[in-house]
């Protein structure tokens, strides 16, 4: 079983809908997560980290739950360029390596 | 712009031949760290270097090999290689001790294996 799991995809959305991306972790030790975004054939750019209070950034939210081992992206309102791969990503205590799951694309059809 | 820069930016090789990949770290940041990113496939850990050594590895045979330089650049060196390393290879550069903080990447370097 991978340490972190998502499911691929592709998701394939009208523009202006509402898309919602899960993933889970098997590590309970992992301390810090984040969803990253990766466009083709590029580099993975951090997209936003994801607290346990959650987290808002303008059309993007975050959620984090701990008891589950569960973490969510919600894109509202989709944009023709919110199309890529989305990373979710964990890391435990220190300075210790990113965890990434294999990823989930998107597609926003106009 | 993350200050991670990498070269080259792609690279073709042959089955049993050596390549050299070089990161330059973002200013003040004294930890690099690696990863291979297969096709379809989230990036994978290979190592990280601080203070000129190797300070933690993933699950990749020694053929894959490292150095840090004073200035806190990097190399991976792969030696003996195969079709199966084929991928985008990843720099990220951080400072030791900020553990909270998420890792920024170069824009790699993609490697290709006839």
């Known amino acids: 079983r991978k340490e972190v799991e998502q499911d691929p995809g592709p998701f394939n959305v009208p523009e202006g809908a509402t898309v919602a991306f899960n993933c889970t972790y098997s590590n309970s030790a992992s301390q810090s997560f984040f969803w990253y975004r990766q466009d083709c054939r590029k580099e993975p750019k951090l997209l936003m980290s994801v607290y346990s209070s959650g987290n808002e950034d303008g059309r993007f939210t975050a959620q984090l739950n701990r008891a589950s081992q569960y973490i969510s992206l919600l894109i509202r309102d989709s944009k023709l360029s919110d199309s890529a791969t989305y990373l979710c990503?964990?890391?435990?205590?220190?300075?210790?390596?990113?965890?990434f799951g294999k990823g989930t694309r998107l597609s926003v059809i106009a | 712009e993350t200050g991670v820069t990498q070269s080259p930016t792609h690279l073709i090789k042959t089955r049993g031949q050596q390549v050299t990949l070089r990161c330059s770290s973002q200013s003040g940041h004294n930890t690099v760290s690696w990863y291979q990113q297969a096709l379809g496939q989230g990036p994978q850990f290979i190592f990280q270097y601080y203070r000129e050594e190797e300070n933690g590895r993933g699950n990749f045979p020694p053929r894959f090999s490292g150095l840090q330089f004073p200035n806190y650049s990097s190399e991976l060196n792969v030696n003996a290689l195969e079709l199966d390393d084929s991928a985008l290879y990843l720099c990220?550069?951080?400072?030791?001790?900020?553990?909270?903080?998420?890792?920024?990447f170069g824009d790699g370097t993609r490697l290709s294996i006839l």
């Open positions: 990220a550069s951080s400072r030791l001790g900020e553990s909270d903080q998420p890792q920024h």
């Open positions: 990503v964990v890391r435990h205590k220190g300075n210790t390596p990113l965890v």
